[in-house]
C-alpha cells in the first residue's frame, strides 16, 4: 500500500506509536481489541498498520471482515521481501494489515537477526499508529515485540486463569528487561544467580529483586531507574459482566504494584455483549456493524485513554 513505507529520516524517531497488544493467556480477546481500536483510530484521522505477531494461529483478518492475505510475515521471513511491500488492504481507508502466518513459522524459529530486521522496518514505517496483535505464551520473541512497544497493553478477563496468567506474563515482561538492561553493565547472570538463589536473600517477589538490585550499587541503581521510571502497563478488562467484574482491572493495578512495583494504568473495559460474537461469527468488522452500540463507545474511551495515557475512573461503590 502506498501510504506506508519505509523512509530514510537519519535514524531519527518518527512520531509513530507502536501499541502491542499482549497477555499470555489466548481467548481473552486480543485481536478483537487490535482491530477494533485500529479501525476507530484509521476513521479518525489517522494512518494505521496492524500486525497479527501470532505466527502460529493468526486470525486477525477474521476480525476485519476480509479473507486470508496471500502474503504475509513468511515473505518477510523467507522470501526478503520488506515489510512495506506485504501490508495490504483492509477495507477501511488508511489502515493497512501484515498478517501472520499459520502453518510455516513459530515464534521459536525466528533467529535474532531476523527479529531484529523486523523490529527495525517496523520502526521504519510512515505511518501513525501500529498496533501489534500478539500470539498467546511467554516465548521471549513475544515478549521482546511487547517491550518494543511505546505503548504496552495487556488484556484480559475477569476469570482467575487469566489473572494468573497475567501475572506470570507481565513478570516474564519485567524480567527480560531487567536482563537486556543490566547485561549492560555485565551484570546479566548476576541477576539470574540472584534470582535462582533469591530465598537466601530474603526475595519474595520481583519487587523486592528490583530494591535488591538498586542497593547493590550506584550504576545498577541509575540503570534502573532509567528504564524502570516511565515503564508503564496499559490493563483492558475485556468480558465484563458485573460492576464487581469492572473493578478486577483496580485490583489488578494494585498486584502489579505490590508484586512487580510497576505503575500500570486501568485504560478502560468491554462489556459482555451478544453482538460482538455475532460480528466475530458473521466475519463482520465490529466497529462498522456496530458503531454506535455500548461496546463500540468502550472501545472507543480505551483508544483515547491509550493515546493519551489516561486511567479509567472507578467510583467504587
Sequence with gaps: MGLFFEEDNGGKKKECQIWAIGGGKGGTGKSFLTSSMGTYLATHGNRVVLIDADLGGANLHSFLGIKRPRTSLTDFFDKKVPLSNIIVGTGIADMGLVTGDLHSLNSGSIKYTQK??????????????????????????????????????????????????????????????????????GLKQFVRDIWKNRGEHGINNLRELIDYLSGVSSSTRD???????????????????????????????????????????????????DCIWNSINKRQSFMKEYSGSRCAIEIQRIADNVVQQRQLRVLRR
Design 116 to 185: 531484529q530486521k523486523l523490529f527495525r522496518q517496523i520502526k521504519s514505517l510512515d505511518t501513525d499508529f501500529i498496533l501489534i496483535d500478539l500470539g498467546a505464551g511467554s516465548h521471549f520473541n513475544t515478549i521482546d515485540t511487547f517491550l518494543l512497544a511505546d505503548r504496552m497493553i495487556v488484556v484480559i478477563v475477569p476469570e482467575i486463569t487469566s489473572i494468573e496468567n497475567m501475572y506470570h506474563f507481565i513478570k516474564s515482561v519485567i524480567f527480560r528487561k531487567l536482563d537486556i538492561a543490566l547485561s549492560s553493565i
Design 223 to 273: 540503570v534502573l531507574q532509567k528504564e524502570l521510571s516511565e515503564f508503564r502497563i496499559q490493563l483492558v478488562l475485556n468480558q465484563v459482566r458485573s460492576s464487581q467484574d469492572v473493578s478486577i482491572g483496580v485490583s489488578v493495578r494494585s498486584i502489579c504494584m505490590k508484586y512487580f512495583g510497576l505503575f500500570s494504568s486501568y485504560v478502560g473495559y468491554v462489556e459482555y455483549d
